[in-house]
């Protein structure tokens, strides 16, 4: 009889990230960064919970990293703080959108690995 594969959540999640050799975890984080699914169902799971930390991560991290940008400029008034904050978010949104939908894509794919309906695909 065949184990059954979950996805962690916490300290699970945590126990078997630390269990996972270097080279798994490469695999896992490359995978996720590429929109991929993980050949091993065990890897899937994992990389599923990592995608939806990157999901998260990048959709958290824009605006703020737009804020920083426009911080130097509080002195110059204003206008300068939207002109900055407009420009950071026109050349940051895009790379954020782009990685968040890829992390999107790699925690369906592996969700799918580990329900058993897919393989590991690549584009």
């Excluded at 594969?5 to 269990?19: K, S």
């Excluded at 605006?63 to 050349?91: D, K, M, N």
């Excluded at 968040?100 to 790699?106: K, L």
Aim: hydrophobic share 50%.
């Amino acid at each position: 009889m065949s184990r059954r594969i979950t996805v962690p959540d916490g300290a699970e999640f945590r126990q078997r990230w630390q269990r996972l050799d270097r080279a798994g975890k490469k695999r896992v984080r490359r995978a996720v960064k590429r929109g991929e699914a993980c050949d091993k169902p065990s890897e899937a799971a994992l990389a599923a919970v990592v995608g939806r930390q990157q999901r998260l991560a990048w959709l958290v991290t824009w605006p703020v990293v737009a804020i920083l940008v426009a911080l130097p400029s509080i002195p110059q008034g204003p206008l300068a703080v939207l002109v900055t904050l407009a420009v950071a978010t026109v050349v940051y949104a895009p790379f954020a959108l782009w990685f968040h939908r890829r992390a999107r894509r790699a925690v369906a794919r592996n969700l799918a690995v580990v329900e058993g309906r897919g393989t590991a695909t690549r584009r």
